[in-house]
């Protein structure tokens, strides 16, 4: 009986491991076209489209030195989305955790009101407001700045919500402890409750930071000229009803998943912490 | 024997100077959520209000002027309500293809026969961290008209007819619809999975004993208790089901697909507020958008019931 009973799970096992693996495919299917792709001629692609052929005659470095080649702005893009990324993600994680943490720790006034409030703008499509704000950049002159994609989205809901459910989780007696040591309210935060809150940082640092790296909509309206552009806008740029620069563009996007996928690999857990961490809302 | 080496906070006499007022109790609070507040007023309140403002105004260059309804009427025309439909029968798809299968997938994964769960759940996570630009780069050029695409290749392998895939209606929202699994099926199934950690193996364990078989103790056990999980997947479907554009921008170029196939209500937006500089209309369209996912979430919430309870 326990043998039939093995033999029956098995089976299920083999389903089980045979539709995960299709599903697997699928998944890193398209990423592996696209890194094949990048290796062939851009008549090539023209010619055949994206395919999955390896033929020996065809493959060729040309695309990735072109990308680093004077003439073309791929580093440049680089450049400002690394800028970019890093400078909303710092901006970011210290503006909303500092919310999160006064939303969790302390009682006054407002507090409930502040807190629906970010519970509302998680809700609303942002897309609605993109017209007043791009006439806002207009006259802040921060059209074709960093500025101008940074600041309007660094203090973010989502972040301050996870913060918030993070810092209210912690022992309140550190604080006593600190103001009886004489540590001030700024102090506390700062000294004592960051390190704290040392995973809830590192979670959040790898989605907003995954986020700002991906970010298009608002960044296509605010940046508009070659040299100021992110990766995604100035991809995208290549991508015309004239004809597509395929040379830059395949191998440009090979290198833009690069630096997400070697932190992924080394911080999956904290992705994943992430990404769940709004969903779970006790 | 040695006394504990506290000091403590001296009360000076100046505890009532700004300085000291800024550093107490009291103010501190206020402090940690001004950036909040000032954000919040200036890139969110403000907009929003002048978005609604903006919706009733005609506006040109360097003036405005008030003309009542006149973009909303303008918007009673067929390529809006196109763009309405496109937008909600993508977001009704994508609801019902990425809530009950991943669903399914995270109990499949979660259950004690599956192995290497870690390595499926990170694999599917993957497709994630891809931008959406270099997603419909990819699916732009796999699902391309060239006999030698990767779609093309395939279907005329299993001996069908070679297709135009983002020239027609149909094939076009399914190129979209499969663009959305690849990207959101591994989150919707992590969500799934993270709730699924919530509910104690006690549970299964006596619901076993009672003689359940597996398909009872999902639709019993999992579902209800995977509730809360599902709402907040459904509502943030609903909000990126609406929101679209990126995916359509990329697949068709830019905003121009053949007969507006692709175009989205953002999309629509984006044409009139930054193609056609028409801003006033542009904002028309953001209110409406506002409204319906306004009532759609509402509306939805009521169904899963979240307003009968207290809280």
Same mark, same amino acid.
Request: hydrophobic letters at 50%; one cysteine or more.
């Given at each position: 009986?326990? %043998?039939?009973?093995?033999?029956?799970?098995?089976?299920?096992? #083999?389903?089980?491991?045979?539709?995960?693996?299709?599903?697997?495919? +699928?998944?890193?299917?398209?990423?592996?076209?696209?890194?094949?792709?990048?290796?062939? /001629?851009?008549?090539?692609?023209?010619?055949?489209?994206?395919?999955?052929?390896?033929?020996?005659?065809?493959?060729?470095?040309?695309?990735?030195?072109?990308?680093?080649?004077?003439?073309?702005?791929?580093?440049?893009?680089?450049?400002?989305?690394?800028?970019?990324?890093?400078?909303?993600?710092?901006?970011?994680?210290?503006?909303?955790?500092?919310? *999160?943490?006064?939303?969790?720790?302390?009682?006054?006034?407002?507090?409930?009101?502040?807190?629906?409030?970010?519970?509302?703008?998680?809700?609303?499509?942002?897309? $609605?407001?993109?017209?007043?704000?791009?006439?806002?950049? $207009?006259?802040?002159?921060?059209?074709?700045?960093?500025?101008?994609?940074?600041?309007?989205?660094? #203090?973010?809901?989502? /972040?301050?919500? +996870?913060?918030?459910?993070?810092?209210?989780?912690?022992?309140?007696?550190?604080?006593?402890?600190?103001?009886?040591?004489?540590?001030?309210?700024?102090?506390?935060?700062?000294?004592?409750?960051?390190?704290?809150?040392? /995973?809830?940082?590192?979670?959040?640092?790898?989605?907003?930071?995954?986020?700002?790296?991906?970010?298009?909509?608002?960044?296509?309206? #605010?940046?508009?000229?070659?040299?100021?552009?992110? $990766?995604?806008? *100035?991809?995208?740029?290549?991508? %015309?009803?004239? *004809?597509?620069?395929?040379?830059?563009?395949?191998?440009?996007?090979?290198?833009?998943?690069? /630096?997400?996928?070697?932190?992924?690999?080394?911080?999956?857990?904290?992705? $994943?912490? *992430?990404?769940?961490?709004?969903? #779970?809302?006790? | 024997?040695?006394?504990?080496?506290?000091?403590?906070?001296?009360?000076?006499?100046?505890?009532?100077?700004?300085?000291?007022?800024?550093?107490?109790?009291?103010?501190?609070?206020?402090?940690?959520?001004?950036?909040?507040?000032?954000?919040?007023?200036?890139?969110?309140?403000?907009?929003?209000?002048?978005?609604?403002?903006?919706?009733?105004?005609?506006?040109?260059?360097?003036?405005?002027?008030?003309?009542?309804?006149?973009?909303?009427?303008?918007?009673?025309?067929?390529?809006?309500?196109?763009?309405?439909?496109?937008?909600?029968?993508?977001?009704?798809?994508?609801?019902?293809?990425?809530? =009950?299968?991943?669903?399914?997938?995270?109990?499949?994964?979660?259950?004690?026969?599956?192995?290497?769960?870690?390595?499926?759940?990170?694999?599917?996570?993957?497709?994630?961290?891809?931008?959406?630009?270099?997603?419909?780069?990819?699916?732009?050029?796999?699902?391309?008209?060239?006999?030698?695409?990767?779609?093309?290749?395939?279907?005329?392998?299993?001996?069908?007819?070679?297709?135009? !895939?983002?020239?027609?209606?149909?094939?076009?929202?399914?190129?979209?619809?499969?663009?959305?699994?690849?990207? !959101?099926?591994?989150?919707?199934?992590?969500?799934?999975?993270?709730?699924?950690?919530?509910?104690?193996?006690?549970?299964?364990?006596?619901?076993?004993?009672?003689?359940?078989?597996?398909?009872?103790?999902?639709?019993?056990?999992?579902?209800?208790?995977?509730?809360?999980?599902?709402?907040?997947?459904?509502?943030?479907?609903?909000?990126?089901?609406?929101?679209?554009?990126?995916?359509?921008?990329?697949? !068709?170029?830019?905003?121009?697909? =053949?007969?507006?196939?692709?175009?989205?209500?953002?999309?629509?937006?984006?044409?009139?507020?930054?193609?056609?500089?028409?801003?006033?209309?542009?904002?028309?369209?953001?209110?409406?958008?506002?409204?319906?996912?306004?009532?759609?979430?509402?509306?939805?919430?009521?169904?899963?019931?979240?307003?009968?309870?207290?809280?």
């Amino acid at each position: 009986m326990k %043998t039939a009973e093995e033999t029956k799970w098995s089976l299920n096992r #083999v389903l089980l491991l045979l539709l995960f693996t299709a599903l697997a495919i +699928f998944a890193l299917f398209p990423i592996i076209t696209l890194a094949i792709a990048s290796f062939k /001629p851009a008549q090539e692609l023209l010619r055949n489209g994206l395919n999955l052929s390896l033929d020996k005659e065809l493959l060729t470095l040309s695309n990735y030195t072109n990308l680093f080649s004077p003439k073309e702005n791929y580093v440049t893009w680089y450049k400002n989305s690394v800028l970019i990324t890093f400078t909303f993600t710092v901006l970011c994680l210290l503006l909303s955790s500092m919310v *999160g943490y006064a939303l969790a720790v302390y009682k006054f006034r407002f507090r409930n009101f502040l807190f629906v409030l970010v519970l509302i703008i998680m809700a609303v499509p942002l897309e $609605i407001i993109m017209l007043p704000m791009y006439k806002l950049a $207009i006259s802040f002159h921060l059209i074709n700045n960093m500025w101008g994609v940074i600041l309007p989205f660094v #203090v973010a809901p989502l /972040p301050i919500f +996870f913060f918030r459910q993070y810092a209210g989780g912690l022992p309140r007696d550190f604080l006593d402890a600190a103001r009886v040591d004489g540590c001030t309210e700024y102090g506390i935060f700062f000294k004592i409750m960051m390190p704290l809150m040392a /995973p809830a940082f590192s979670s959040m640092a790898i989605l907003q930071a995954l986020a700002s790296w991906n970010n298009f909509l608002w960044p296509l309206i #605010v940046l508009n000229s070659t040299n100021k552009l992110t $990766i995604p806008i *100035g991809l995208s740029t290549l991508l %015309t009803p004239y *004809g597509n620069n395929y040379k830059i563009l395949i191998a440009g996007s090979v290198f833009a998943i690069i /630096p997400v996928l070697i932190v992924f690999v080394f911080f999956q857990k904290y992705f $994943i912490e *992430g990404m769940t961490a709004g969903g #779970v809302k006790g | 024997m040695s006394k504990p080496n506290v000091t403590r906070v001296k009360q000076t006499s100046g505890s009532t100077s700004i300085s000291s007022l800024l550093y107490s109790q009291k103010i501190a609070p206020y402090v940690f959520v001004l950036p909040f507040i000032i954000s919040f007023s200036v890139f969110f309140a403000y907009p929003v209000v002048s978005a609604f403002i903006m919706s009733f105004q005609e506006i040109v260059p360097g003036s405005s002027k008030f003309i009542g309804f006149d973009n909303y009427k303008e918007l009673w025309n067929p390529t809006f309500f196109k763009a309405i439909k496109n937008s909600t029968v993508y977001t009704a798809l994508t609801l019902l293809l990425l809530i =009950p299968i991943p669903l399914v997938l995270a109990a499949f994964l979660n259950s004690k026969v599956m192995i290497f769960k870690n390595f499926f759940r990170s694999t599917l996570f993957i497709p994630a961290l891809t931008s959406v630009v270099v997603a419909g780069t990819i699916f732009r050029l796999a699902f391309g008209e060239l006999d030698g695409s990767l779609m093309n290749t395939f279907i005329t392998a299993l001996g069908l007819e070679k297709q135009r !895939w983002l020239g027609d209606r149909w094939l076009g929202l399914m190129t979209l619809l499969i663009l959305a699994c690849w990207r !959101w099926m591994g989150i919707n199934m992590l969500y799934f999975m993270a709730g699924l950690q919530n509910i104690s193996k006690e549970v299964y364990e006596s619901a076993e004993i009672d003689g359940a078989n597996t398909w009872k103790k999902f639709t019993n056990i999992t579902v209800p208790l995977l509730k809360p999980i599902t709402i907040y997947v459904f509502t943030i479907s609903i909000y990126g089901g609406y929101a679209m554009f990126t995916e359509s921008y990329m697949l !068709w170029s830019g905003n121009r697909s =053949p007969k507006d196939i692709g175009l989205t209500m953002v999309g629509y937006l984006y044409r009139s507020g930054w193609e056609q500089n028409n801003l006033g209309l542009g904002a028309a369209v953001g209110i409406v958008l506002l409204a319906i996912t306004f009532i759609i979430t509402f509306v939805q919430l009521n169904l899963f019931g979240l307003f009968k309870k207290e809280e």
